[in-house]
C-alpha cells in the first residue's frame, strides 16, 4: 500500500493554464505538506495543513492555493502557470504531535513542466 | 548564513568504504534531525530519525547529533552500489512544522 500518493506524476502543459496537483496520505497523519524541488534539487516548503487548517503559508505567489477537503487529503491548484513554476512538487504528511515521532513521510512527486 | 549547510559533493568511494556525510545548521532551536535518501526521479525516502543529541544506529548507517556543535553526521558503512543516491538531511524545531532541508549530497558507490 501506498503511504503517500500523487497525481499525476507528470504534467506538461503551457503559460497561462491553470492545473492540479492531488495527494492523499493513508498514514493516518494529521499533517500533510507541499513542497518544491527545484532544478538544483533544493526541497522547500511550501504549505502546511493540520487537520485541514492552513498552518504554514512561506513566501509564495498568490497563483498557488492548497486545498484540504479532509486530513487525508491535500490538493494544490496553480493559476496561470508560469515558466518559473516547473519543478518537482512533493506533497509529504506527517503525525504532528511531540508524543510521536515526527517523521515526514513523502509522495513520489509531481514532475511539473511548463512551456 | 543559511541555515543548514551541506557540502554538496559529487562524492564518490568504491564499494565497502565507509562512507561520511555531514550538516552544520545555526538554529539551535532545532531539535528534530532526519536523513532522507533520494534516487533520481523519486521521492525522499526517510532513512534516519534522531531527536535531540546522541547517536543512532540502523544496520550499516549510523546517525549522530550533536547540538552543541549544531553538527549532524551520517554514517554509512560497507557502502553498496545501490547506496548511489543524493542524501538530504533535514531538521525542524517543533512536531508539525516545516523541514528544512540541506542541499542534498550526491553519492557514487562504484563496483
Known amino acids: 500500500d501506498t503511504a503517500v500518493s500523487q497525481t499525476p506524476k507528470y504534467l506538461v502543459t503551457q503559460m497561462g493554464n491553470d492545473k492540479s496537483i492531488k495527494c492523499e496520505q493513508n498514514?493516518?497523519?494529521?499533517?500533510m505538506y507541499w513542497y518544491k524541488q527545484d532544478s538544483k534539487k533544493f526541497l522547500k516548503i511550501m504549505f502546511s495543513y493540520n487537520n485541514k487548517e492552513l498552518i504554514i503559508n512561506e513566501t509564495v505567489p498568490n497563483r498557488f492555493s492548497p486545498k484540504s477537503p479532509d486530513k487525508a487529503h491535500l490538493n494544490l491548484h496553480i493559476n496561470s502557470l508560469e515558466l518559473g513554476d516547473s519543478a518537482v512538487y512533493f506533497c509529504?504528511?506527517?503525525?504532528?504531535?511531540?508524543?510521536?515521532?515526527?517523521?515526514?513521510?513523502f509522495g513520489p512527486g509531481t514532475r511539473l513542466t511548463v512551456t | 548564513q543559511k541555515e543548514v549547510e551541506q557540502d554538496p559533493g559529487p562524492l564518490s568511494v568504491p564499494e565497502g568504504a565507509i562512507v561520511s556525510l555531514n550538516c552544520t545548521y545555526s538554529n539551535s532551536a532545532f531539535q528534530y534531525f532526519m536523513w532522507y535518501r533520494q534516487y533520481s526521479r523519486k521521492g525522499p525516502e526517510l532513512l534516519m530519525y534522531t531527536y535531540s543529541s546522541g547517536n543512532k544506529e540502523d544496520g550499516r548507517f549510523t546517525a549522530q547529533v550533536d547540538k552543541s556543535s549544531k553538527y549532524i553526521s551520517l554514517f554509512i558503512r560497507d557502502s553498496q552500489p545501490s547506496d548511489s543516491a543524493t542524501y538530504l538531511c533535514?531538521?525542524?524545531?517543533?512536531?508539525?512544522?516545516?523541514?528544512?532541508f540541506g542541499k542534498g549530497t550526491t553519492l557514487s558507490v562504484s563496483s
Open positions: 498514514l493516518g497523519h494529521d499533517t
Open positions: 509529504a504528511s506527517s503525525q504532528a504531535n511531540p508524543a510521536f515521532r515526527e517523521e515526514q513521510y
Open positions: 533535514a531538521m525542524s524545531g517543533q512536531a508539525g512544522t516545516a523541514l528544512i
